[in-house]
């Protein structure tokens, strides 16, 4: 069965300090993945996604960047993050883009 | 982009009471699907509905689909505690699943 994992589960960093994310999926291939971020009481806003090794789509421009290095592996980072980076960040897989998404736990970013 | 929007943003219902959520969309889509999440936990894929299926069942849920009106709804039927949760539709968009702001579903036991 297929599985999927981000860590860590929570995050605390000063503001102006790196941040890197990481997702993995397990039990299948070619998956397409996703970065979301939701702040507070409020809805999912999609940050990234990648339908292959190397390819990355940035959805909205920002203070953030992510890279697939492997197949199941999608990585969200930052050089220097701002206050506005707290939230929620919830890495998801598919196969094929309009079909059923599964979700990681998710991490929770405060920038202090 | 286009994104569901879900309606009410809350709802509080006592338990074993139904509970319906709505949700319209803005472009044609080939399908809809709903997604639960808990507090502070990753969301769950609830169903799927197809352009061509009006309506859809999946244990308490039911789902329907109305293109013409660009809309579709969610019934839990005789809620409990545990489906306290917030419920996402979740109409596609350029490729892409799209997200509204969801509905906050609180049953109290």
């Known amino acids: 069965s297929q599985t999927i994992h981000q860590w860590p589960a929570t995050l605390v960093q000063p503001v102006g300090s790196p941040l890197s994310l990481e997702c993995t999926v397990e039990?299948?291939?070619?998956?397409?993945l996703y970065w979301y971020r939701q702040a507070a009481g409020r809805g999912l806003q999609l940050l990234f996604y990648s339908v292959g090794i190397g390819q990355i789509s940035s959805e909205v421009p920002q203070n953030l960047s992510a890279s697939r290095p492997q197949d199941r592996q999608f990585i969200l980072s930052s050089k220097k993050l701002l206050l506005s980076d707290s939230g929620f960040y919830l890495c998801?897989?598919?196969?094929?883009?309009?079909?059923?998404?599964?979700f990681g736990p998710g991490t929770r970013l405060t920038v202090l | 982009s286009q994104q569901g929007e879900e309606d009410p943003q809350a709802l509080s219902i006592q338990e074993g009471e139904n509970a319906t959520m709505n949700c319209s969309y803005k472009t044609s889509i080939n399908n809809l699907q709903w997604y639960r999440q808990n507090s502070g936990r990753g969301l769950v894929h609830l169903i799927l509905?197809?352009?061509?299926?009006r309506e859809k069942h999946s244990g308490r849920l039911r789902v329907t689909l109305d293109t013409s009106k660009k809309s579709s709804s969610l019934l839990i039927t005789a809620s409990r505690a545990a489906d306290t949760a917030s419920y996402f539709c979740?109409?596609?968009?350029?490729?892409?699943?799209?997200f509204g702001q969801g509905t906050i579903l609180t049953v109290h036991p």
């Open positions: 039990g299948t291939s070619n998956p397409n």
């Open positions: 998801a897989w598919s196969l094929g883009s309009t079909n059923e998404q599964f």
């Open positions: 509905i197809r352009s061509n299926e």
């Open positions: 979740a109409p596609p968009s350029y490729g892409k699943l799209t």
